[in-house]
């Protein structure tokens, strides 16, 4: 009789699981669930290896605010609380040698430095200091503080007080203002006497940068990066400088004319190690140097490797690690006189942030195809991650569509490569559409691992294809700098091969092909529909230049050399190249209805290129909207104007991927 009865139960979950829509299946990702993702960052591993120390970040649409808690998590126990609830404005927080935290949080007086205990989590301001503190760093020992403030003395305009007028320079166009310099100052628990370290003329900001700040082991020495002003165009001609503590000398660590950056000390407090590009050429990749201070010799240590290196930690004294990119993911390598030694980190294929104790082990924040970030805790050089935190588990319930790396021939020998990601369900027996989202930068590059914009897209029922085209840094130095004086053909014609590798396949549908991307992506975007005009079914153009001379003269980053601008477009005959390799030079032929997106005080890429694409689309009687969002910020930085992007992206290329394409 039981088994009868457990037969027929079997029978009638079979039938609802057939009948039912939805009954035991995953849902798929909707653009919902980023709201959900808690965000993870500045990880931190106690001196002892016992505690880890991080921050989360929820989003509060009603409010429409970040939600950010301090977390210490016990590794023993694994239990997690919140600490320093009475603070607002956490940031930096970090282990002091003593076993306290330290931080900077918000006061009448801006950004603080306090220390909390984390036994009785008592909190105390470490100094009252007059101005905001940008940056921090303690002493080895404890007993001394460097910090950076602003200048109390702004810049006088003129003498006239109804007189507002100030030099230019290096500004970006929506400079109203000189910036103030920043100064180091140093603090002595010893008499709690506070000094200014830097001579007047001295700034270790711009607009743009805000230098590292490394001590020495011994605490003799304490090293930055000097720029020739606060104006945001001049930061690629920072120069690392070394202050002696005993006798305050301040003098230059290299004899290189500029482009320094991240001076750090390594363990012996000998060495130092700071980047500049490969052979000083602003478009080559970043490597990592390090000079002997004491023979004044200089050495690269990752042009063998090859990769782009974000960050660099020791352990046991003297063992160096450096956290970089791969072909399609992150990884970690312990560099060596033979072949550097890459570690093991399984499934891992993204790390935002990671902390290592002095005996190897580390914590890593750090995500995998099929889940997002979460804390990972890796024993030793050999051992895979262990998983110790589960605060986006609700993606374990939600059916992601499944990645692929694909690589592909390019005309002149390189080997570009992009990710797709494909919708829940796939069956290569149907036809696709196929989206494209491009990265921006160009400087950086799409990776395998969850990433929930392309995830939502896939959702729809579309493939989504992630290309890395020539400057992307995944593919080491020669594919990087290959973007140089080729902002656009080239790095066009990648991504058009890829897209025709890909036409090849069964599945995906050639008359649905939609191209999109933000701020270099957005270049990218706006090339692409003119250079390629009978391609697209849509396109999403985010904040976009499309001009080469507003991106040489208008914002931030000016007239600063970088990946494909080498030279200026005002010298010889550049000016006409400047304009055959700018989006603007092809607006005429465009014919795909467009989306654009900008915010209106956009200093990265300044809304001039969207007003341009805007009014050629409209000229032309091309579908397009644009769409604006109030305020400073290359992004919308708030949860709520942050989804009305995506949501207006995806349903921009939902509204024509639906509707049959007309030749």
């Known amino acids: ?185 140093m603090l002595s628990k010893k008499d709690e006497r506070a000094y200014k370290i830097t001579p007047e003329d001295f700034t270790v900001a711009t607009g743009l940068v805000t230098s590292s700040l490394s001590w020495s082991s011994d605490g003799n020495m304490l090293a930055f990066t000097k720029y020739p002003s606060a104006a945001s165009g001049d930061s690629d001609l920072g120069k690392n400088y070394i202050y002696q503590v005993l006798d305050g000398n301040l003098t230059p660590a290299t004899q290189n004319q500029g482009n320094e950056s991240s001076p750090i000390f390594d363990p012996t407090g000998q060495n130092l190690i700071y980047r500049f590009p490969r052979d000083g050429f602003a478009s080559n990749i970043a490597d990592w140097y390090e000079v002997d201070l004491k023979f004044n010799e200089t050495r690269n240590i990752t042009r063998k490797l090859d990769r782009s290196i974000y960050d660099i930690k020791w352990c046991q004294k003297d063992i160096m690690l450096l956290r970089g990119i791969g072909q399609d993911k992150f990884a970690i390598w312990k560099p060596s006189v033979g072949q550097h030694a890459q570690l093991e980190l399984g499934d891992l294929t993204s790390i935002s942030s990671w902390s290592v104790a002095e005996n190897g082990s580390m914590v890593l924040i750090a995500n995998k195809g099929d889940a997002a970030n979460e804390v990972y805790f890796k024993p ?205 030079f092809n607006f005429s032929k465009i014919s795909t209805p467009t989306l654009i997106m900008s915010k209106t005080e956009d200093s990265r890429v300044t809304v001039t290129g969207s007003y341009k694409l805007y009014g050629a689309l409209r000229d032309n009687n091309v579908p397009a909207q644009f769409i604006a969002y109030p305020g400073p910020g290359h992004f919308p930085s708030d949860p709520v104007r942050s989804l009305d992007v995506y949501s207006r992206w995806i349903d921009w290329l939902d509204k024509y991927l639906s509707l049959e394409r007309k030749n």
């Open 1 to 185: 009789m039981i088994y009868i009865l457990v037969k027929r139960i079997l029978i009638l979950v079979l039938i609802c699981c057939t009948i039912l829509p939805g009954f035991g299946q995953k849902k798929l990702f909707k653009l919902e669930d980023f709201n959900r993702l808690v965000s993870l960052s500045s990880i931190n591993i106690s001196p002892d290896g016992t505690f880890v120390l991080f921050i989360t970040s929820r989003r509060d649409l009603e409010k429409n605010q970040f939600i950010q808690s301090l977390i210490l998590m016990d590794f023993k126990s694994k239990e997690q609380k919140e600490i320093g609830k009475d603070l607002n404005g956490i940031s930096d927080p970090a282990w002091r040698s003593d076993g306290m935290i330290t931080l900077l949080a918000q006061s009448e007086k801006g950004k603080q430095v306090y220390l909390l205990d984390p036994q009785s989590e008592e909190t105390s301001i470490v100094a009252n200091i007059d101005q905001s503190v940008l940056r921090y760093a303690w002493s080895p020992d404890g007993k001394k503080l460097a910090y950076f403030v602003k200048s109390e003395h702004e810049p006088d305009p003129g003498s006239n007080p109804f007189n507002n007028a100030f030099e230019v320079g290096s500004y970006d166009m929506f400079t109203d203002k000189p910036t103030m310099n920043t100064e180091v100052w």
């Open 380 to 584: 030793d050089f050999e051992s895979e991650p262990i998983q110790l935190t589960h605060f986006n588990s609700f993606v374990d319930d939600i059916e992601l569509g499944h990645q692929d790396v694909v690589a592909w021939e390019s005309s002149d020998d390189l080997r570009p490569n992009g990710i797709l990601t494909f919708p829940p369900g796939f069956d290569r027996s149907n036809k696709y559409p196929l989206v494209l989202y491009i990265h921006g930068g160009p400087s950086a590059a799409s990776l395998k691992g969850f990433s929930p914009i392309p995830q939502a897209m896939a959702a729809k029922g579309w493939i989504v294809f992630q290309p890395n085209y020539r400057g992307s840094t995944n593919l080491g130095n020669e594919f990087q700098s290959a973007i140089s004086k080729d902002p656009s053909e080239g790095p066009g014609q990648d991504v058009i091969n890829g897209i025709n590798l890909l036409k090849q396949r069964s599945y995906i549908d050639g008359e649905k092909i939609c191209v999109s991307g933000w701020s270099y992506g957005g270049w990218m975007t706006a090339w692409l529909i003119g250079r390629y005009p009978d391609l697209w079914a849509a396109a999403v153009a985010g904040a976009a230049p499309v001009d080469f001379t507003d991106m040489y003269s208008l914002n931030d980053l000016n007239r600063m050399r970088r990946h494909a601008i080498i030279e200026s477009p005002y010298m010889g005959n550049n000016l006409q190249w400047a304009y055959e390799n700018s989006p603007i």
